[in-house]
């Protein structure tokens, strides 16, 4: 069972910067492919950014703005996101893959966090 916790959601205007975290549980930690999803008010879950060992992937819409990175040694995947617009604005989830291959389709994610709100005013 892996145990996934985000935190550094909130408020921020428009062009600002927000840093999401997401600790994990599990011995194993290094071999996930993790990624980041978020959800906006009667959309679907959508990808954002995902990363194995060392490779990054990214959805169009944030390529060039946000930035994924992991520290193996704290069990612990970030979002850095810049120049933050209104329509980032959603809750954002934390998955890991446990097979460790590249996948940036909800239901190939085996664990979940519980998401973090980012909200971005105009």
């Known amino acids: 069972q892996v145990q996934l916790v985000e935190s550094g959601g909130g408020l921020v205007q428009a062009g600002g910067s927000l840093r999401l975290s997401c600790a994990a549980s599990?011995?194993?930690?290094?071999?996930?492919?993790m990624g980041w999803f978020r959800q906006a008010p009667g959309k679907e879950r959508e990808f954002v950014a995902a990363?194995?060992?060392?490779?990054?992937y990214y959805a169009g819409s944030v390529k060039g703005r946000f930035t994924i990175s992991r520290d193996n040694a704290k069990n612990t995947v970030y979002l850095q996101m810049n120049s933050l617009k209104p329509e980032d604005t959603a809750v954002y989830y934390c998955?890991?893959?446990?097979?460790?291959?590249?996948?940036?389709?909800?239901?190939?994610?085996?664990?979940w966090g519980q998401g973090t709100q980012v909200t971005v005013s105009s």
């Open positions: 998955a890991a893959r446990i097979s460790g291959t590249y996948a940036t389709t909800a239901p190939a994610y085996d664990y």
């Open positions: 990363i194995a060992w060392s490779s990054t």
């Open positions: 599990g011995r194993t930690f290094s071999g996930y492919f």
